[in-house]
């Protein structure tokens, strides 16, 4: 059952992120646009297996895709923690996240300036992924609860 539960519980936090930023970013200029980042990706690695890339609904689907399952699988290892100890693993694993989404699309080759381009875009970037930790542990702790 451990390995179920904390796939569900990264599975419940990639969606929170994923649904609060696409809210954030349909009210606020200066929302993240992870999803820029992630469509330009797909893109390039088509390109790169001389393949022509998807366009519209269907990019944007397959980095959905692609963004929902790298998350999930991520923050599934929160669940390595004991009780006790999945809150603050949830927050690390969150900042760390957020920290990499700002720092590793430029040396990967990818346009930075949808998440760094304000400082307030910078911090809700961070919080976001932090959030998507911590309703991941959040998750984890309430199915081990019920499932004792």
């Not at 519980?9 to 609060?20: E, K, R, S, T, Y």
């Not at 929902?68 to 996240?97: C, Q, S, V």
Request: avoid cysteine.
């Amino acid at each position: 059952m451990k390995i179920a539960e904390n796939i569900l519980g990264g599975l419940a936090g990639a969606a929170v992120l994923n649904i609060v930023h696409q809210t954030i970013a349909h009210f606020d200029k200066d929302a993240p646009r992870m999803d820029i980042i992630g469509e330009e990706a797909v893109t390039r690695a088509f390109q790169n297996a001389d393949a022509k890339p998807p366009m519209g609904n269907t990019l944007t689907g397959l980095t959905l895709a692609g963004d929902l399952g790298a998350n999930t699988g991520y923050y599934a290892m929160i669940g390595g923690a004991n009780d006790k100890d999945l809150l603050l693993r949830g927050a690390g694993y969150g900042l760390l996240a957020g920290i990499g989404a700002l720092s590793l699309p430029s040396p990967m080759g990818l346009n930075d300036e949808p998440v760094t381009r304000t400082t307030k875009t910078k911090i809700l970037t961070v919080g976001l992924y932090l959030l998507g930790g911590l309703a991941t542990a959040l998750t984890i702790k309430a199915i081990r609860r019920y499932t004792k």
